[in-house]
């Protein structure tokens, strides 16, 4: 099946630094990933969507400069919290689109623990 | 934009039982809906979908309704056990490509 590996998968960092999680498609291509923001015991957020090639689009409330995205390639997207503060903590997971997948099916990461002090 | 609600928050049942986890979505236009298992501390792990030509399907243990005229799609776990427990989420897309995801039920599988 179509695996999606997620690294780190636990970060802690100082208040002030930034981090940088990468998510990787193993075994497909993806033009397409996704980025989500779990909090505990809730569901997922969708922040952003991050295509190939092109600027990612963000969604309604979530700051671009603040979250930036890279999908430099095909199996590779990036997501960067920039200046990390106490209330970034959670829990954040990506997933990814096959380009030819099932129609609509999503892979996801086993998700990154960020931890901000 | 779509809204997808989910019942019951948190759900017991005893092992062998039936567990049912029911959504409601808003659009009208949504055609596709997976159903999604997490533990804790992973990502969610896709166990059935169904699209919106498709009133039944089931593999397994595992079966999934839906109901294009009351907008309402369902989980259905038969003969439970305990790795069964884990938090599942329903979601909703029209496709594209965009997943709206439900609020989480809680499954405690009591042995």
């Known amino acids: 099946g179509a695996v999606v590996s997620q690294h780190p998968s636990r970060v802690i960092c100082k208040s002030g630094t930034s981090v940088k999680i990468e998510c990787r498609s193993l075994?497909?291509?993806?033009?397409?990933m996704f980025w989500y923001r779990q909090f505990p015991k809730k569901s997922l957020m969708l922040m952003a969507t991050?295509?190939?090639?092109?600027?990612?689009?963000?969604e309604q409330g979530v700051e671009k400069d603040k979250f930036l995205i890279n999908h430099a390639s095909l199996t590779l997207s990036t997501l960067t919290v920039t200046s990390a503060h106490p209330e970034d903590s959670s829990f954040y997971i990506c997933s990814a689109y096959p380009i030819a997948g099932t129609y609509n099916e999503q892979f996801f990461g086993p998700g990154t623990r960020l931890t901000v002090l | 934009g779509e809204n997808v609600e989910q019942h019951p928050s948190t759900l017991s049942v005893q092992e062998g039982d039936s567990a049912v986890i029911k959504c409601t979505y808003s659009?009208?236009?949504?055609?596709?809906f997976p159903w999604y298992k997490q533990e804790l501390g992973k990502g969610p792990q896709l166990i059935i979908d169904i699209r919106s030509n498709v009133g039944e399907k089931k593999d397994q243990r595992i079966a999934v309704t839906l109901n294009k005229t009351a907008k309402h799609f369902s989980l259905h776990i038969t003969e439970t056990q305990p790795e069964d427990s884990a938090v599942y989420f329903c979601?909703?897309?029209?496709?594209?490509?965009?997943?709206?995801f439900g609020t989480g039920t809680r499954l405690t599988i009591i042995p």
């Open positions: 075994d497909f291509q993806a033009t397409t």
């Open positions: 659009d009208s236009a949504s055609n596709y």
């Open positions: 991050s295509n190939e090639g092109s600027k990612a689009t963000y």
């Open positions: 979601a909703a897309t029209d496709g594209n490509e965009k997943l709206t």
